[in-house]
């Protein structure tokens, strides 16, 4: 009779970072750990580690109840190290670390090209219908010209984490366009006689 699983699968392939890092000298610290899940970006991710600190064991052993470990890592995801020395002890417990043999970390740490910076506009058009009511509502054919050329300011995240992003300054031009409208219509033949 064919074995049938129930409940979640996973994608975790490897092993505990106890596993591993119980079996190394002096727990693995230098050594550099990648997490299998993070494989799938093209610029290096991994873990150097710099401290292990172990817990003791669960008082009631269980499979649901993984021995987790401390650990202080200088993390590295993507491509760009984080300044700060992060500890890592909720997320131990997963099967899917891999250590990366000491011939091969020069090679798998090595940085990928660095992405080019993106320079947003500061200013793009109003969207149409918007744009519409402004010259409908200018007064005079001097207003109507003003009302076409009035911009509006785009406001970004800020908050962004992600900073391979900047805003146009004056005199700088950007290199991502934003464009407002309908663009290209799937089907031409419902926009017929349509100012786009």
């Not at 058009?125 to 010209?145: G, H, N, Q, V, Y």
Request: hydrophobic share 35%.
């Amino acid at each position: 009779m064919p074995y049938k699983y129930i409940g979640r699968t996973t994608d975790f392939k490897g092993k505990t970072l106890w596993e591993i890092l119980g079996n190394l000298k002096n727990f693995g610290v230098g050594r550099i750990i990648a997490r299998n899940m993070f494989e799938r970006y093209p610029e290096p991710s991994y873990i150097k580690i710099l401290k292990v600190e172990t817990l003791p064991n669960p008082e009631k052993p269980s499979h649901d109840d993984i021995r987790k470990v401390r650990v202080w890592v200088e993390k590295t995801f993507r491509g760009v190290t984080e300044p700060k020395t992060v500890c890592l002890e909720s997320v131990s417990y997963k099967t899917d670390y891999k250590l990366i043999p000491k011939d091969a970390e020069v090679e798998y740490c090595k940085k990928t090209a660095e992405k080019p910076l993106k320079i947003f506009p500061k200013y793009i058009d109003f969207p149409p219908l918007m744009k519409e009511l402004l010259i409908r509502e200018a007064k005079s054919p001097e207003d109507k010209t003003l009302a076409e050329q009035v911009k509006l300011e785009v406001l970004y995240n800020r908050i962004s984490r992600i900073k391979s992003y900047k805003i146009a300054q004056e005199g700088e031009e950007p290199n991502v366009e934003l464009v407002t409208g309908l663009g290209t219509p799937v089907s031409p033949r419902l926009y017929e006689g349509v100012k786009l």
